[in-house]
């Protein structure tokens, strides 16, 4: 596969799940996620993105809104926003006026980014009061919601979104399939792949969001940014180690359980049998595991193979220090390709 040969380097930006990990408590991820987008900002990251999870207890970003301001409030610069929110567990309206509010607070900075999975179990949808069928409602809900961003036109003269109407919020469409390509390009958005852990149809995903994408006034071109695990370190061996905690958690989920991150291990192959590793193997298929040379490579491939606009890193990692290097090392190694690609500019 060949190496990064576009003309420019594309931004690096952070998802965030806000990772509890095994032996803290919520206050202190968040803590932790505030702590990393001050990093990810004076590294020159271009958004942070947090993501709306229920019932999980190794996620604390469920209350979604609310922890974008909580990141926004103690940054300056780089964009915050949702990868994503669930929009069919809420009314548009709602989320129109929450990030109507944030936008109010934080002129500039704000992304909403929202999605058509639960971020759930049924259990769990049933609790949030969420209608089993309001997923088929994605495409109409997410018109609704673009409508109350809109200057007042009488197009509604008896709903507005206050905060919200007439601010320009940038509105993503979110995917781990072909339905939100589709759907981004009908309504001409940018659109995000959730390649960290459904990389299977990335590919002809992207395909079919730029041949059917139609301008709108959000957009004139098609914008795709794809999501890849970065887990990095001095060596080779040690990101392999760190790796192994999201690995554990991936298994934990296959076997229908949800747990806190777990520390890392020296060898999975002890813990778990053949058949389960080899499961995880395609879902996290799209990471970038190693040394700065190892990621480095890694990412150049992943861009030259999509022609993403923008990659979006997950750090899976479960101790906070490592993490900020993993961050660290990632924006070096982008540093470090795009001064390749200006020698070879120059040539």
């Known amino acids: 596969m060949a190496l990064l040969t576009t003309s420019r380097m594309i931004p690096f930006s ?63 610069t780089i964009r915050v926003g949702s990868g994503g929110i669930m929009l069919p567990n809420h009314a548009p309206l709602l989320i129109a006026e929450q990030f109507g509010t944030l936008e109010s607070l934080y002129p500039g900075r704000i992304d909403l980014g929202v999605g058509r999975a639960p971020g759930s179990d ?37 709903v507005h979104a206050v905060p919200g109407e007439g601010l320009a919020i940038p509105v993503w469409i979110l995917g781990s399939s072909l339905y939100g390509a589709q759907l981004a390009a009908m309504l001409g958005l940018p659109y995000a792949f959730a390649s960290h852990f459904a990389p299977a149809e990335l590919m002809r995903a992207l395909h079919i969001y730029r041949t059917r994408f139609k301008p709108s006034a959000q957009l004139a071109e098609p914008y795709a940014m794809v999501a890849v695990n970065v887990v990095a370190a001095d060596t080779d061996k040690e990101a392999e180690r760190l790796f192994t905690s ?15 991150m777990q520390p890392p291990v020296d060898d999975l192959t002890t813990r778990w049998p053949d058949y389960e590793l080899a499961g995880i193997e395609q879902v996290l298929g799209c990471s970038a595991v190693g040394s700065p040379e190892t990621v480095q490579k890694g990412l150049a ?31 070096q ?8 690609q200006a020698v070879a500019d120059l040539h």
């Open 14 to 76: 952070i998802l965030d799940l806000s990772p509890i990990v095994a032996g803290t408590t919520a206050t202190q991820a968040l803590r932790n996620s505030l702590d990393l987008a001050q990093h990810a900002e004076q590294w020159g990251y271009n958004r942070y993105w947090l993501a709306e999870h229920h019932n999980m207890p190794g996620i604390a970003s469920a209350a979604t809104s609310v922890v974008i301001g909580y990141v926004a409030g103690g940054t300056n």
């Open 122 to 158: 049924q259990a769990t949808a049933r609790a949030l009061r969420r209608d089993p069928m309001s997923a088929d409602s994605f495409p109409q809900d997410v018109v609704e919601l673009m409508r109350y961003f809109q200057p007042d036109d009488d197009a509604n003269p008896f």
């Open 246 to 260: 999201v690995q554990q958690q991936f298994l934990y989920i296959r076997r229908g359980k949800s747990i806190q």
């Open 301 to 331: 491939n992943l861009i030259a193979q999509t022609q993403a606009d923008e990659l979006i890193l997950t750090a899976p990692i479960y101790d906070h220090h490592a993490r900020l290097r993993s961050i660290e090392i990632a924006a």
């Open 333 to 340: 190694v982008r540093s470090t390709l795009a001064a390749q």
